[in-house]
Nanobody, 118 residues
């Protein structure tokens, strides 16, 4: 079973930056796509960024140009660099991963709080 461990959340002022990290460990056969979701109180969980095993990326429109997802396959780690943070970015951020060839995210991190406030 794959475990995802997140780090990097916290409190930051508007315009600031945070870098989230997520390390996959356990019985890993292969990891396909990895992504970051977020959920704010009273809102649905949304996919923020997605990266395939080959490095292709996708972002929700609201974070394009501000957030960057990347991965280090050798370390089984995915990152989310968040720049120019806005109060509306405040949410619990979740790391997710798929086994290679799977159509759904079947591994999830515990969530890390990101709060953007002055």
């Amino acid at each position: 079973q794959v475990q995802l461990v997140e780090s990097g959340g916290g409190l930051v002022q508007p315009g600031g930056s945070l870098r989230l990290s997520c390390v996959a460990s356990g019985r890993i056969f292969s990891i396909g796509a990895m992504g970051w979701y977020r959920q704010a109180p009273g809102k649905q969980r949304e996919l923020v960024a997605h990266i395939t095993s080959g490095g292709n990326t996708n972002y929700v429109d609201s974070v394009k140009g501000r957030f960057t997802i990347s991965r280090d396959n050798a370390k089984n780690t995915v990152y989310l660099q968040m720049n120019s943070l806005k109060p509306e970015d405040t949410a619990v951020y979740y790391c997710a991963a798929r086994e290679g060839g799977r159509a759904v995210y079947n591994y999830w991190g515990q969530g890390t709080q990101v709060t953007v406030s002055s």
